[in-house]
């Protein structure tokens, strides 16, 4: 038996990955991947999965992430990050900052973690920072966290990082405690309320390292993006895209094209008699210049049926997204997914089948994994939250390359191709499309109703028998 740990120095190091990881991985791929500032070690170093290219004879697991891949959350991601920005430099109109640049900060602030995307942030806007309107933003982020947020985890961090910055006496002072125990608070009344408290402990407000300044900004950016997630639980999404992004009649929160058919299809749900419909939905999703490019056809579609209602898919829901931000968007999710349903051109048969399968959110997913379930440091692009999922859902180590990866983005990839999935397939929307892919096994650039109609969900349909 092989010891836990092993102790070598440098030469004995760069032999161990350079042979035994080599030998034993059967690759020649590795990635350095940057730690963030409080772990010791500068970077740690993976070996990546070797590639494997679809198509695949047999799937033992689809593992799809959420935001920009399964739903339509960056935007509302990147608006929070934005606001937060204004409220830290305390310049809130455009004309005295037009917003987040989608060349010189959108690469940097999507895929990762939301302390690296904030991190980022630090780092370019630091000049602009305004220590008087970051020191009121946090006050009213903390203060609207404790009266109107009920996930515990959200209120314990919000006061971990009150009392790092210097706000220990804020939080036992009976006043502020009654205030925040009284009952939800929209953030215009937190900040309203917050004003006599930052008069009396404002001066012990103080962030001594970039950690605790990064920490202190990401309750300003959760303050932001969980009460939009509210405010679209009391369905005020439609109203809320209209005063937040600008388009009105858009959902907030819904399924990224083809996703609503995807989990349907993957999961057994759909019977080989509703193909020939379920073929013209999909090919309706696909732009006109990408129709026919190696298109299965309905016969295809019919296959696909017919494989994985005899073999329905396991399928993991892998996000770096909080818990609260997870459920929350999935419950939506679904809940569009199963108004949509209903319109289907499909058999009575097939809606029932589909609708008792997301009557509950969590119920089509094997694993179900967020950023709750790991550290901090620990996201992607480290494997940790894929190979959490893939112990969810008992896949042995030798069917790891025949599992299927979805991400968005390349820090995603890179997290697949680490946690041992080789499939890993780059799916790149508006907001990712000029991260790098390099690492990705494939890319597809129309999204999920390519990946069935172009790529036959990645099967070789030529040898599966059903």
Known sequence: MEPLARYFDARQAGTIIADELRTRLDTDEFVAVRNIDYVLSPFQIYPLAPVVRPPLPRIAAFAVDMDGTSTTTEPLALHALEYMVRRCTGRLTREQWAGLDPKLDHPFVIGNSNFRHTEFLLGRYRDAMNATAFRDAFFE???????????????????VHARNCGLADLLADADFRRLTSAGPLDPDAAGRACVP??????????????????????????????????????????????????EAGRLLIEPMPGYDVFIPLIKGWIGEADAAPLYDMIRSGLSADVRGEG??????????????????ARLALVTASIAFETHATMREICRVMALRVRDWPVSNACKERVLAGIADYRAPFDAFINASDACEHRLKPHPDLYSLALAQMAI?????????????????????????????VGLPNHDTSRQDFQAAATVVRHGLPEVILSHGCFLNLAEVTT
């Not at 950690?211 to 990401?218: C, D, H, I, R, W």
């Not at 298109?295 to 329905?312: E, H």
């Open 295 to 312: 298109d299965i056809g309905i016969d295809g579609v019919r296959k696909l049926t017919r494989i994985f209602t005899a073999n329905p």
């Open 396 to 424: 042995p180590k030798a069917d790891y390359s025949l599992c299927v990866g979805l991400e968005d983005t390349e820090p995603g990839i890179i997290a697949l191709r680490t946690a041992g999935i080789g499939c890993a």
């Open 141 to 159: 982020a903390l203060t609207w966290t404790l009266a109107s947020m009920t996930d515990e985890q959200r209120r314990k961090e919000v006061r």
């Open 197 to 246: 408290f930052v008069a009396r402990f404002g001066p012990a407000f103080r962030c001594d390292n970039m950690g605790e300044t990064v920490a202190a900004m990401l309750d300003i950016y959760y303050m932001r993006y969980h009460w939009i997630m509210q405010r679209i639980e009391a369905g005020q999404g439609q109203a809320l895209s209209r005063e937040l992004l600008g």
